[in-house]
């Protein structure tokens, strides 16, 4: 239904455009006090983009046709939004879903700064390359301001809080800016020899960083996976420590910090129940049932399969008394080593493993969870090959009106520009954002409103991604034309401190950062 009110309006606004070429006319010279009506009507002429597209030569007709253009943007962004949405669900997270739908989401902007400075003379190019440059700048501002604001207000109790995964790409966001920094350098030099190699290098490394963070991307779930296994374990490890400190009153260790030996021994008997000297399978399992890890959801025999790899020295299914001594004596080592190596350095040696539990409950936190129980329930595709025709079909259609409106809306942001004497770079700042980027804010908003971490991780996450993948994306074709058109590099660092807003490294976001964020847009 929505696909369907989107394309009638495409098609409205579509034919409107199509069949009103909005000329100026002339204007008696009628004594005018004001000024209003010269100001805002002209007589001179304009150029029609492929011959035939609507232009105008007056302030308002250049407005309305920005609007017009700008909503069919909105609804080829969306298009193109919705269509990688729909592949990704059928095609996972693999090469297609990390490499490619990306980029295509991304589409609309990638091609709008392409456009800006492709066609022309070297100096239209000059002045229209700011459309693409102020687009770029304004839809990183908006995600990182306004979206990003919304979305804490919209998830919020007292704060918010994300998984460690969303700390990762903030991160991983902040870094995709490093070629913009690169080739500010040698604007502080005046050198125009260096400027010119700093392009290349800029080029060439936002190039690489897009090359590396797809490859990321496509192996990012084997690596959650992994990391996600061994918070488990060290989860597991813990519990289980922290139960026999209980049972043993806090003398797990002795007086000179050592694991208790004959205290293991006892913990050993009390778990063999059949006394037949060892700790069976079915033993083992029953003692991890009786811990109760509730907020583990582990799978009782993946667990005894990992106690089993740590304990069971002889590989005989069975651990004796002595390796079972020997196996906690190792867990109390590792658990000294990492509370150690972490900020509570300081705590005594009989509560190292009581912090140790804590630690490490709150790292598998961090991690999110990854399990059926989470709040996020991953379902099938109905339908898969109606859902993939539908898909290619919104690409395609997205990708056409990308391709052939793109060029009209720059030459009109650039009539609108010499008309009014704003900068294009101000005009695409504040207007275009709005049209290529709506659809991706109700919707990470909608998504932030669960108020559940997975939500808020997912959504935060979402934004990150997309600001990264468009920095990148934006950036390489940017530094291209400048680079390979010979155009002169005239943005100054004012443009980058746009980029340096408020970046989430933290898992938890207290609800005033949300007036961090309009402050910045500002």
């Given amino acids: 239904m929505l696909y369907n009110q989107h394309l009638i309006s495409f098609l409205n606004i579509l034919f409107l455009l199509l069949i009103t070429t909005v000329h100026s006319r002339s204007v008696p010279s009628y004594p005018a006090t004001n000024g209003v009506i010269t100001d805002w009507m002209s007589t001179e002429s304009c150029d029609q983009t492929y011959g035939f597209m609507p232009c105008s030569s007056n302030k308002f007709g250049n407005l309305i046709l920005i609007i017009g253009y700008g909503y069919l943007f909105f609804v080829a962004s969306t298009f193109l939004s919705n269509g990688s949405e729909i592949l990704r669900e059928i095609l996972g997270p693999g090469i297609a879903g990390g490499l490619l739908l990306p980029q295509l989401g991304e589409l609309a902007d990638a091609t709008l700064v392409l456009v800006s400075g492709l066609t022309g003379s070297t100096t239209t190019a000059q002045r229209q390359v700011s459309v693409g440059m102020g687009l770029l700048a304004g839809s990183t501002v908006t995600l990182l301001t306004v979206v990003w604001g919304s979305c804490v207000v919209a998830g919020k109790c007292s704060g ?65 996976r992994r990391k996600l296994a061994y918070a488990k374990y060290k989860h597991l490890m813990a519990g289980i420590l922290e139960h026999f400190r209980k ?106 493993i009581y912090e140790f539990d804590k630690q490490t409950r709150k790292e598998h936190t961090l991690l999110g969870p990854q399990d059926v129980r989470s709040d996020e329930v991953v379902e099938e595709v109905e339908n898969p090959k109606w859902n993939t025709f539908k898909a290619i079909a919104l690409l395609l259609l997205g990708a056409a009106i990308v391709a052939f409106f793109a060029d009209p809306l720059v030459d009109v942001v650039d009539n609108f520009s010499k008309q009014t004497s704003i900068p294009p770079f101000f005009i695409s700042f504040i207007a275009l954002p709005l049209a290529t980027n709506s659809g991706d804010a109700v919707s990470a908003i909608n998504f932030a409103r669960r108020k559940k971490m997975r939500a808020a991780s997912l959504t935060f996450s979402e934004i990150y991604g997309k600001i990264t993948v468009k920095i990148l994306l934006c950036l390489t074709v940017f530094f291209a034309l400048v680079y390979f058109r010979g155009l002169e590099w005239d943005f100054s660092a004012e443009v980058l401190s746009h980029y340096i807003s408020f970046v989430d490294i933290f898992s938890s976001l207290p609800s005033l950062s949300i007036l961090i964020g309009p402050y910045l847009y500002s």
């Fill in 160 to 224: 918010v809080t994300t998984s460690i995964w969303t700390c990762y790409s903030a991160r991983i966001m902040a870094a995709s800016i490093v070629p913009f920094i690169v080739l500010q350098l040698p604007q502080l030099s005046d050198s125009v020899p260096g400027r010119h190699i700093a392009l290349l290098m800029a080029f060439v490394m936002s190039l690489l960083i897009l090359i590396s963070y797809c490859v990321y991307q496509v192996a990012q779930p084997r690596i959650q």
């Fill in 247 to 352: 049972r043993a009153l806090g003398r797990l260790l002795d007086d000179y910090g050592q694991p208790n030996i004959v205290l293991l021994k006892k913990l050993f008997c009390s778990i063999d129940e059949n006394k037949d000297c060892v700790i069976s399978e079915a033993e083992l399992k029953a003692l991890i049932i009786g811990i109760q890890f509730e907020d583990l959801h582990l799978n009782w025999n993946d667990a005894v399969d990992l106690i089993m790899k740590d304990f069971d020295v002889s590989r005989d299914n069975a651990i004796d008394r002595q390796e079972f001594v020997n196996g906690i004596s190792k867990w109390i080592h590792k658990a000294k080593q990492s509370i150690a190596a972490s900020s509570e350095s300081s705590v005594g040696m009989r509560r190292f």
